[in-house]
């Protein structure tokens, strides 16, 4: 009897921690993101953007659209990371017709 009262409460803590684990990485690991200075944003609104150019360092041009909402930043403060050129990190998933969907923008 003990050592079930010590063993069922320690395999709860153990579930436990594997499904946070798990939660954790699905969320961080969720999307691709690549890291690049801004060439062009497009707004679809003062809050929205509807496309985002950057380049990462390779050279490689990314276009993003903004379909719908999502975490990150506006499109004015995009334009002054282009002035500025500094580089910004945009997590995206690929849609079926091949675009690059924004998931989230970060400094």
């Known amino acids: 009897m003990i050592r079930l ?3 069922v409460p320690l ?3 153990t579930v436990a921690v594997v499904f946070i684990a798990f939660g954790i990485s699905s969320i961080l690991g ?3 993101t690549v890291r690049g200075k801004v060439l062009s944003v ?3 609104s003062i809050t ?11 050279g ?3 276009t ?6 999502f975490s990150g930043v506006t499109p004015s403060h995009l334009e002054e990371h282009r002035a500025k ?4 990190t945009v997590e995206y998933k690929e849609m079926n017709s091949g675009d690059l969907s924004i998931v989230g923008v970060s400094d």
């Open 64 to 69: 993003f659209k903004g379909f719908g909402t």
């Open 30 to 32: 969720s999307g691709n």
């Open 42 to 44: 497009e707004s679809a």
């Open 11 to 13: 395999a709860l803590v």
């Open 48 to 58: 929205t953007i509807s496309t985002l150019i950057i380049e990462d360092r390779s």
């Open 85 to 88: 050129q500094e580089k910004v």
């Open 5 to 7: 009262v010590k063993i």
């Open 60 to 62: 490689k041009q990314w």
